[in-house]
């Protein structure tokens, strides 16, 4: 299983300098307001993924005293060979900006996420519910992209024709036999993606209601569902509703279905989640469909992902933390969560894993290690 054996951050928000030796297990991360625990978990996220959940003006990450962050991490899976990689990710305020893995430069950061597979649960996360569909397609792409070899290059190419096709759509006047074949490619593709998304969303569903049962809903628990909505008119043959949309596409400029534009539905009887449930349920809602891409992840690939926790307390009453902490436990995964308080975090697990958690406390950007 992959995890994070060392981190070591340099001029990275409050954080000047920190090295950290993370458990396998539960690692705590406390701290008052402001002293650097969402910043901590913000560097890991820059690792796995070369970017930051906070924010994508990456100047606003580097410390105000400094002209370049590094963060540097050594990743190990034992299941894996070579079952070690040094990960690092360095970005200047000039602009200049390189990923490392094991000594050799990489050009993308899909790479990273490869070896560092990572769930980040925060205050963010609502946007699943609340947000616009790019986020809940990002949530469920990122599972799609972990299992299936091919989902990256087969997304790749589509995204290429669908561009292609939007500057066709643009540039004025353009006979429909010049979009003829832009069709033909992105309906071909388009059906590919589909195929590897529908295979994964029966599991992803089925691992979704397992781990929301065992929240404690005082009503409407039963009667929330979630469903995969194609970007197209279900049932219908998508080159033909391409074509058929072509003078729409015109008008607008783009092309206004395909892959690009799925979504999941996520309801509480027939309203949308986001309009029954009260917080602390939506916040049950949407740990479970983590709980579920990491389920799924592991059964697919036998591997677990790392998760983050931000603030994981808050709007959760203590069962229904205890709920989290047993699923997170069964999981097996390596995970950091940071609280303000301590408690607020041991009292939802008990027994062994307590033994292995490992504690850091955060103050003015300093991390120390309380275990
Ligand atoms: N680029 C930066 N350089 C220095 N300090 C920063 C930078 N960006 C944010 N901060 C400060 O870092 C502190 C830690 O923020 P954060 O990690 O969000 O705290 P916490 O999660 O512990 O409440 C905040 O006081 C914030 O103002
Ligand atoms: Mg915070």
Request: charged share 25%; hydrophobic share 40%.
């Amino acid at each position: 299983m992959p995890s994070l054996k060392k981190l070591s951050i340099e001029s990275f928000r409050n954080l000047r300098t920190a090295l950290i030796e993370p458990g396998e297990a539960i690692n705590l991360i406390v701290g008052v307001n402001g002293s650097g625990k969402t910043s901590l978990l913000e560097s890991i996220s820059v690792l796995a993924h070369g970017r930051s959940f906070r924010t994508h003006k990456y100047r606003r990450l580097i410390n105000h005293d400094g002209s370049q962050f590094t963060i540097f991490g050594l990743v190990q899976d034992e299941d894996e060979q070579p079952f070690e990689h040094r990960m690092g990710v360095v970005r200047s305020s000039n602009g200049k900006f390189a990923i490392k893995i094991d000594g050799l430069p990489v050009h993308t950061s899909a790479e990273l996420a490869q070896r560092l597979p990572l769930l980040v649960l925060n205050a963010n996360s609502f946007q699943l519910l609340e947000g616009a569909s790019r986020y809940r397609r990002q949530f469920f792409d990122w599972l799609v992209f972990h299992v299936k070899h091919d989902y990256k290059n087969c997304w790749k190419a589509y995204s290429k024709c669908i561009k292609h096709r939007n500057s066709l759509l643009r540039s004025g006047k353009i006979a429909s036999s010049e979009i003829a074949p832009w069709n033909r490619e992105i309906a071909q593709v388009a059906e590919g993606l589909e195929q590897m998304r529908s295979e994964v969303f029966t599991p992803f569903k089925q691992a979704f209601h397992s781990a929301l049962a065992d929240f404690v809903f005082s009503d409407g628990g039963q009667s929330v569902d979630i469903q995969y909505v194609s970007g197209w008119k279900e049932g219908a043959n998508y080159l033909e509703q391409l074509e058929q949309s072509e003078e729409k596409d015109l008008r607008l400029g783009y092309t206004s279905i395909g892959s690009h534009r799925s979504d999941l539905k996520i309801n509480a009887g027939k309203s949308p989640a986001v309009e029954l449930l009260s917080r602390g349920q939506q916040k049950s809602v949407i740990v479970s469909m983590f709980l579920a891409e990491a389920s799924v992840f592991h059964q697919l690939t036998e591997k677990r992902p790392v998760f983050l926790l931000d603030d994981l307390p808050s709007e959760l009453d203590l069962s229904n933390l205890k709920v989290i902490g047993n699923a997170i436990q069964a999981l097996e995964s390596q995970v950091f969560v940071t609280a303000i308080d301590s408690r607020a975090i041991t009292e939802c697990w008990n027994g062994p894993v307590l033994d292995d958690l490992k504690m850091f406390h955060v103050k003015h950007g300093e991390i120390h290690d309380f275990t």
